[in-house]
């Protein structure tokens, strides 16, 4: 299972010289296992990083923790161009708490990273083409619903890579730790047991975040079922209680789903931020061609007066909101006073057959 896992896997030394290597690391360093085996790792990073991997590693060996950790790392095979790599690393104390191994797992992100590049410049792009083309809104609004379309089709490819990959990775890493264990006297057995614990902890933080990005739940059944669920994760999370109410009556437009989920999921990052809130609401409510989602909490609130322009309390959270529902022709209105809680009402055009 070590040498067939689908990803880079690496036992070193305290010190990080590499004792074992499984197929896919060699192939990704470029190096044979005989002359891998042997070598400091820290030798295979880009140079403008080798410093601070050094810097790194170090303290996470004094440190004497096995909680696993993850460095974004660029590697240098001898022979070929840099690799972009997510590492994660987690130690084998020994019976001094102090680390006996490291053991590495290594993924290829060089891909990932060029999407996340190219979407960051796209929408660099975009926010600089928005503010010259303020005067011409509805030609503004085809082009941003295009891109909202294509940037959430790229949230849910990442998405499901993040899950599928992940699972991999950690599954071989799950493997990797049950033989290791074998061969450690019981007290190492149960410090490999916590760090198999923390790769639990990762797991669902991953597919987490692959929700976040794009849930499943609302291209399968639908804006409703969508919000309940995030709501149900969100009171999970923050102990916030949170009803959802109303309905859509049916499917509507994709990018009108989308825009209310994403609308929703900024407003309730607001609330478990900021507002100190015991209770929230979702509501739903579809009237003559037209949807509007009313969101409230019973928090602290704020004075809304100060809200102008693209600044205020939520800044570019509140800004990219706005870009969301000009692109749908939606409009919303913030009412709040200091005590007395928060209200986010939003109000989107729909076409009577939705």
């Known amino acids: 299972m070590f040498d067939s896992a689908p990803d880079g896997l690496l036992v070193t030394s305290a010190e990080g010289s590499i004792r074992e290597a499984n197929r896919f690391a060699t192939r990704l360093l470029g190096v044979r296992r005989s002359d891998l085996v042997g070598q400091d790792l820290t030798l295979f990073v880009c140079r403008e990083q080798r410093r601070s991997f050094r810097s790194r590693l170090a303290r996470f060996r004094k440190g004497g923790t096995s909680e696993v950790r993850e460095w974004e790392i660029r590697l240098q095979p001898p022979d070929s161009d840099p690799i972009e790599t997510a590492l994660a690393i ?27 590049r190219r979407l960051k410049e796209s929408e660099r792009q975009h926010r600089s083409l928005y503010r010259r083309m303020l005067t011409h809104r509805d ?7 295009r891109y909202l379309l294509a940037r959430e089709e790229e949230a849910k490819r ?6 599928d990959e992940a699972g991999q990775v950690t599954a071989s890493i799950h493997l990797a730790l049950a033989e290791i264990a074998r061969e450690l006297p019981a007290p190492g057995r149960e410090r490999l047991r916590q760090v198999a614990d923390y790769l639990d902890d990762i797991e669902e933080r991953l597919r987490r975040l692959s929700h976040e990005l794009r849930p499943t739940i609302l291209d399968d059944l639908g804006l409703a079922p969508a919000l309940e669920f995030l709501a149900e994760g969100f009171s999970s999370r923050t102990g916030i209680a949170i009803r959802v109410e109303g309905s859509t009556e049916g499917r509507l437009d994709p990018l009108v789903e989308t825009t209310i989920y994403r609308v929703v999921q900024e407003a309730l990052a607001n609330i478990g931020r900021h507002s100190q809130a015991v209770e929230a609401s979702i509501g ?4 003559r061609g037209t949807l509007r989602c009313v969101i409230r909490d019973d928090g602290v609130g704020f004075d809304a007066r100060r809200l102008r322009g693209d600044g205020g309390r939520s800044g570019l959270g509140l800004l990219g909101v706005r870009e969301r529902l000009d692109a749908v022709g939606g409009r919303m209105q913030i009412r709040s006073t200091p005590g007395g809680g928060t209200e986010l009402s939003v109000a989107v055009p729909i076409a009577r057959s939705s």
């Open 90 to 116: 987690a130690s084998v104390p020994g019976t001094s708490r102090r680390p006996v191994r490291l053991l590495c797992a290594v993924r290829d992100i060089t891909r990932r990273k060029r999407v996340e």
């Open 139 to 145: 030609a503004l609004r085809v082009l941003s619903a």
């Open 158 to 163: 990442i998405a499901h890579q993040l899950h």
């Open 284 to 287: 739903l409510d579809r009237v």
